[in-house]
């Protein structure tokens, strides 16, 4: 950690692999772009999909209420760009392997489309993506992306490091959500002990 720590910023480039058939803890990639999708509302969109995943793990029975779960965000947004990563921690629990917290993901997703729409064009964890040049249907089919990454869940996935930065781009460190919240001058180091 203190080798970590004595690197540069912006050298913090370092991700965890969540080997293949081990298991692990639900992990969630969520993004939008905010130049695209204006209207939408980042402590809403928190809050309400943070619920929706321990109602349907409370209706699954993989928890007992919510004591039994614990949800870490960490956040590496900026002006243009929203993006958290939740990592969802049961007690005495995890998942069997990375594809069965992608199956999980999958119904997670399902659910949000049957509780805020299936009118993919309205259901707000839907957006318009950063590559797309109109903000159309393509052939009746939408160009919008759920707001999770469902492309995570595969075999020896990279999961950034807290206080890790992308290798490219502009500095960005993932933090945790109080943290994110005191700064948005990204030139600024941070360092903190993890929490225990």
Same mark, same amino acid.
């Given at each position: #950690?203190?080798?970590?720590? +004595? &690197? ?20 969630? +990639? ?5 130049? !695209? !999708?204006?209207?939408?509302?980042? &402590? #809403? ?11 349907? *793990? ?57 509780? /805020? ?7 707000? =964890? =839907?957006? #318009? ?15 919008? +992306?759920?707001? *999770? ?12 490091? /807290? ?7 502009? /500095? ?25």
């Amino acid at each position: #950690w203190k080798r970590y720590l +004595d &690197l540069a910023p912006e050298k913090r480039c370092f991700y965890e692999t969540i080997l293949e058939g081990l298991g692990c803890h639900f992990h969630v +990639d969520a993004e939008y772009n905010k130049t !695209n !999708n204006p209207r939408a509302d980042e &402590l #809403w969109l928190d809050s309400t999909f943070k619920d929706t995943c321990f109602r349907l *793990m409370l209706e699954l029975e993989y928890i007992q209420s919510r004591d039994d779960l614990s949800i870490l965000t960490l956040v590496s947004s900026n002006e243009k760009k929203v993006s958290r990563l939740y990592l969802f921690k049961m007690r005495e629990k995890y998942f069997l392997n990375n594809y069965h917290c992608g199956a999980f993901a999958r119904r997670l997703r399902n659910r949000l489309v049957e509780d /805020y729409g299936t009118s993919i064009k309205d259901n707000p =964890f =839907f957006f #318009w993506s950063e590559k797309c040049k109109s903000l159309e249907y393509v052939d009746g089919v939408s160009v919008k +992306d759920c707001y *999770m990454d469902l492309g995570i869940y595969t075999k020896r996935r990279q999961f950034r490091l /807290y206080l890790s930065t992308k290798a490219s781009g502009p /500095y960005r460190p993932l933090l945790p959500e109080h943290l994110h919240a005191q700064t948005q001058n990204y030139t600024r180091v941070i360092d903190v002990e993890p929490s225990k």
